[in-house]
């Protein structure tokens, strides 16, 4: 016959490793959500004649972004929102980009301005290459 103190202490100890075990995998996911991944950087080129309205988008290791030109040269930010990875979208009237997943916003700067992604949206680097600018991130 088992004592039921030592089943006893065997369930507690068993519940104890799988609540311990669940909430670190919580935490490894919530934390994952909250800081982008370092990625090897890629090269995108944007040819100058596709802009429309100084701004074209294309893509780095199949992450969109935008280019953004003016007469001073250009900017390319990554339209992956920095809280859960949606995909932001430019709402032209507002003048602003809103991620559709849980309403976070960022202004034409790729800054952020509410909601819970807590950083901007991710900075490219962008090179003039005569006809072309080439984006790196």
Do not use: Y
């Amino acid at each position: 016959m088992v004592d039921s103190s030592t089943r006893r202490e065997f369930l507690n100890r068993a519940l104890a490793a799988w609540a311990a075990t669940t909430a670190v995998g919580g935490a490894a996911a919530a934390g994952a959500s909250l800081w982008p991944r370092d990625e090897p950087p890629s090269t995108a080129r944007i040819p100058k004649a596709s802009l429309q309205n100084g701004r074209a988008t294309g893509s780095l290791r199949g992450a969109p972004f935008v280019l953004v030109a003016s007469g001073s040269g250009a900017v390319a930010f990554s339209l992956v929102c920095t809280h859960a990875r949606c995909i932001v979208r430019w709402e032209a009237a507002d003048k602003r980009f809103l991620c559709p997943c849980h309403k976070g916003t960022f202004d034409a700067d790729g800054r952020r301005l509410s909601g819970p992604p807590p950083a901007d949206l991710r900075r490219f680097e962008v090179r003039d290459a005569g006809d072309a600018w080439e984006v790196t991130g």
